[in-house]
């Protein structure tokens, strides 16, 4: 952490490194106190460029350094010099050999940067920048090397020591210690370079890949708890045959490794061989973990696995390529989850998530491109914008050349690419080459921030029998790119009956009509128009399918079109669009005129949907209403009271109306059995919850007893937390019961306990502030380990907008404290913790004062790190 104001990185100030790395060599002497750190490099001038003034540059990090030799010759201290971010060699030869030992301690690392401990277990994170925190070097991802790592630790304490690659010798030493070495065949970046060393308890597979190797499996967790890891393997293996299958992507060493720790800042990271995991996104029993925390187990463990070909096999030049390997790895863990569920209700999820989390993101201070353009701190760039943003260019490259050219392009990127580090451009480039389309106009998504507003009006002519859709594209302006230019996007449409058959997309101009079905139409043009031809009556478009561009849409269909769709159109998506739409329309106007009341075919409509034949996890997206995040993007200031009243003022009456439904519903799905994780079973689950908070909101007493019976039972954790946050929604003496009850029963299992202080952090009550308070101060609160900060503080100010922006700014005062406790331990956590306050432009006037004043008082007080400086600076520009 450094005290003067961090320097401004730019893309366009990228420069070759002048030395390259090409083999490393490192031995840890490990103790949590005090760790040695030893390392031999092979270094020598990049060929590529040109001389400078022969000095080396490496970067570190509170690193002690104990020696330094050059080619075995002990440096004296005139031959270098030592700051707070690294080292300069003032003169070096053109190939040399570089013997550094440094002292660092993993047991004061709060900041779980570099070498750190997690209870008895020493592990490291090194993206981005964490290897300057464990060794000299040169910590940017185009410098690739070869690792052989050798590990020294107390047997006792320590009989577990990994590191990637392949083991390839051990020893015991005489003094109670012992030494493992391992080698990584595969050059890569520092920032993949991982080791963990603890007592952990191993869970083993294999794997046998399409070309007949077999490669064996490992999860390490700590004692006891291997029984939880069926799942997350499950899923490793159903990742690496999809990848083989989708892509032609093999494994490439003999042993894949996953370690879970209870302290991690992200969700996991890939480092080659031997992924490093946030154990809730490992550990899962029916009893544990809820069917959301299993979907996520599955899409993050594949996530990680797909990196090895997107990510470290091909990495990227440096850290504005960053979306070069997230996006398209996010991609590929959101096909691969498609296929494991259903791929409507995945996309649905998808979605969701983009327009709650990189929509508003990208109408805020902190818009920036996918591609940024400059960073003060690379860490707040891991963001959704460079992942779900990202993931959706991919998406429509993939939708504008067709499976088989996308595929073709794929294969160009891995079999052109391999072993390099390369940029987004070289990306586009292979899919240019392989479809022979021009993608130029595309690039400007990688360049352009901000969420294109699409307007989309019809007009259908009878006597020429054509429809005419007007399309007409909008960029609002970001921070630092006040004029933006149009957008190349795929449109995917489909036009329906009266009866709501699909019709054919005929395009005037075409000798034939099309099959009937999806079309997509390439919008090139701020303003554009497309004529479709052989329409006896006017269609219904469905637009916008399956959401191929990541824009708002504004069309101009009427409340029956939406219906209709609802009612009728064959795309699943497209029946949950229409039902967002007008759902998102009535709370619109229920926020105007809380007098406004549910329209009685709007009612009917939602009863109809509820009992079709369909997919209940589905039926379960469709009658579930835009969240009050979304909402409030819709308006111009956002309502914070209106729309919580009009959110409960919706569930109480869809509650009400369709009362006998939902019970039917949850008799009807009941008796799902509890252990069992099949798509029908986990919809049903869904559904039924869904029924049962209806019921609840509804004040409903027989609601009230399902309610208690379905915590009572207690036999899968989704259920029974579905049933506590409703109790505690309700309040009174149901929910202290119930609290109590759950705390006790589960008091061992930190995960488990984690949604305990979440479902009371956002619970939509006066005294929820309080609450977070005191829960401050209970004994099972740790701010050392970020998933509890989350659950707590995170989850009151992310989740819970009633309480976070309460009118007299207790919330947002909550929240600066927290952030400006944490922000010296782990400045990391404390900038994402602090991302609530930073729209506070979007609020009413006596709100933004109030919380500019906390973002004022953070900056005075902290923002002593770049992380929580960059976003607070940013905030208040
Ligand atoms: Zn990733």
Known sequence: MSETSPQLIRLADYRPPEFLIDAVELCFELD????????????????????????????????ELLALALDGQPLPPDAYRLDEQGLTLWQVPERFRLDSRVAIHPARNTALEGLYQS??????????????RISFFLDRPDVLARYRTTLIADRKRFPVLLANGNPIERAELPDGRHRVTWEDPFPKPCYLFALV?????????????????????????????????????????????????????????DVFMIVAVSHFNMGAMENKGLNLFNDRYVLASPQ???????????????????????????????????????????????????????????????????????????????????????????????????????????????????????RRGMDLYFARHDGQAVTIEDFVRCMEEASGRDLGQFRRWYEQAGTPELSIWGGYDPTAQTYTLHVRQFIPPTPGQLVKH???????????????????????????????????????????????????????????????????????????????????????????????????????????????????EFIEAFRHALRAKADPALIAEVLTPPSEEELGEQMAVIDVEGIHRAHRLFGTELGRHLREDWIAVYRDNAEADPSVLTPEAVGRRALNNLALAYLMRAGNPEGLELC?????????????????????????????????EFYRRWSHEPLVIDKWFAVQATAPHRETLVRVVTLLHHPAYDPGNPNRVRSLIGAFAAHNPICFHAADGAGYCLLADQVLQLEPLNPQLAARLLKPLIRWRRFDPQRQALMRAELVRISKQGARSPDVFELVSKACS
């Open 288 to 406: 544990t973990a809820t069917d959301e925390d299993f979907a996520h187990i599955a899409a993050i463990v594949a996530h990680e696995y797909f990196h090895n070909w997107t990510g470290n096999r091909i990495t990227c030049r440096d850290w504005f390529q960053l979306s070069l390997k997230e996006g398209l790895t996010v991609y590929r863990e959101q096909e691969f989850a498609a296929g494991l569920f259903s791929p409507s209700v995945q996309r649905i999820r998808d979605v969701r998530f983009l327009r709650a989390q990189q929509f508003p993101e990208d109408a805020g201070p902190l818009a920036h491109p996918v591609r940024p353009d400059s960073y003060l701190e690379i860490n707040n760039f891991y963001t959704a914008t460079v992942y779900e943003k990202g993931a959706e260019l991919i998406r429509m490259q993939a939708t504008l050349l067709g499976p088989e050219s996308f």
């Open 708 to 740: 208690r019976m379905q915590f009572g039972k207690g036999r899968n954790l989704t259920d029974v937390l579905a049933a506590l946050r409703l109790l505690v929604e309700r309040g009174g003496d149901d929910a202290e019961a119930a609290l109590a």
């Open 486 to 600: 149009p957008l190349h996007l795929p449109l995917a449409i489909g036009l329906l009956g009266e009866d709501g058959r699909e019709l054919p997309v005929w395009l005037a101009g075409e000798p034939e009509p099309p099959a009937a079905g999806t079309r997509v139409l390439e919008v090139t043009e701020s303003e554009q128009h497309f004529v479709f031809v052989g329409l006896d009556a006017r269609p219904v478009p469905s637009l916008l399918r399956g959401f191929s561009a990541p824009v708002k849409l504004k069309d101009d269909l009427t409340e029956s079109d939406r219906l209709f769709l609802l009612a009728h159109d064959p795309d699943g998506f497209g029946r949950w669009e229409a039902g967002q739409g007008l759902m998102q329309d009535l709370l619109l106007r229920l926020v105007a005129d809380p007098k406004a009341s549910l329209p009685a």
């Open 119 to 132: 209870k008895d277990i020493l592990c490291t994170q090194c993206e981005a920048e964490g290897f300057r």
């Open 32 to 63: 949590p106190e005090h760790t040695e750190v030893s390392a031999r490099l092979s270094i020598r001038r990049n060929p590529a460029v040109g001389q400078a003034n022969g000095s080396l540059r490496l970067a570190g990090e509170g690193l």
């Open 197 to 253: 060393a603890g007592d952990l308890e191993c869970v083993e597979d294999r794997f046998v890949t399409a070309s007949e190797r077999e490669v064996r499996l490992q999860i390490y967790v700590e004692p006891q708890k291997g029984e939880r890891c069926a799942h997350a393997m499950q899923s490793l293996k159903q990742a690496m045959r999809w990848d083989e299958v989708r892509f032609g992507r093999e494994y490439d060493l």
